[in-house]
């Protein structure tokens, strides 16, 4: 099955006129959605010429139809979104109360590889008390691990040296592709260097990992509690206080080199 070909416009107030435009620039669109309608309880339902109309939210000032392919199979799905057998994956700080939406779509010929997750927590009370739905495939690929080339120690008049002695005799033809890829990944490890830093520094001082986990502790218990929320202000600051001190040397060697720098070389006055 190919893909769907999806617009949505904002039409500004529906007209026939508008209508018969739309439809000659989109003719082979599967589904058209448009916004702003501007169609009252009085008005006529909308039209599209070759396209069917499947929903309709009518409003004055407002307002929104989809239409669809008359050969597309148009079906209606409910899902109980406030289940409370299931773990809750939205919780709003407006309403205090957590929910279960379908936040994504999986097809069927991908639904027995995905399953449902609940993510950690965001660690801020300014931003709504929400967790993500993510599908994650249960088979995922394997693929080795591979340093990344360090261009910066490259020596790049041996890797030219090394290709134009390669490629001399090489003529520039399709059957030589291969060749040519695979003398450029020889050449490459040759004269570019490959690593990365096996030993990692900690993300978090061990402050900010105990104020973490007492906030996602909290957090389970009542997302909505005057403690979830101190906890969460308290780790805020501790980040923040992390990441002054992280930024501080770099500042500081930042300052010290423009100071040191001489001027009279790099003025406009001099050149």
């Not at 904002?10 to 209508?19: F, L, S």
């Not at 279960?100 to 927590?121: G, M, Q, T």
């Not at 003398?183 to 030993?199: D, F, H, L, M, S």
Request: net charge negative.
């Amino acid at each position: 099955m190919s893909a769907l070909v999806v617009t949505s416009i904002n039409v500004e107030g529906y007209t026939k006129t508008k209508a018969e435009v739309i439809a000659s620039h989109c003719s082979g669109n599967d589904i058209i959605c448009m916004q702003e309608t501007h169609l009252g309880l009085k008005s006529n339902r909308p039209t599209l010429p070759g396209m069917k109309l499947v929903a309709e939210i009518r409003h004055p000032k407002h307002g929104s139809a989809v239409f669809v392919n008359p050969l597309l199979d148009v079906r209606d799905i409910y899902t109980n979104s406030s289940d409370t057998n299931i773990e809750t994956s939205f919780n709003s700080c407006r309403w205090r109360k957590g929910y279960n939406p379908d936040l994504c779509f999986i097809s069927k010929r991908l639904a027995h590889l995905s399953e449902k997750a609940v993510l950690n927590p965001l660690p801020s009370h300014n931003i709504d008390q929400s967790q993500s739905l993510s599908s994650l495939p249960s088979q995922r690929l394997k693929f080795p691990f591979a340093a990344n080339f360090n261009l910066k120690k490259a020596k790049w008049t041996e890797y030219s040296e090394g290709m134009e002695r390669a490629l001399l005799d090489v003529e520039p033809t399709p059957d030589n592709y291969t060749m040519f890829v695979q003398t450029v990944k020889k050449t490459a490890c040759a004269c570019i260097p490959r690593g990365c830093r096996k030993e990692y520094i900690a993300g978090l001082t061990e402050e900010s990992l105990q104020l973490l986990e007492s906030y996602e502790t909290e957090f389970g218990n009542d997302p909505f509690s005057d403690t979830t929320s101190e906890l969460g202000d308290a780790l805020t600051e501790s980040l923040g206080r992390e990441a002054e001190s992280l930024a501080r040397p770099y500042r500081e060697h930042q300052h010290d080199s423009e100071q040191q720098e001489s001027l009279v070389y790099h003025s406009e006055t001099k050149w």
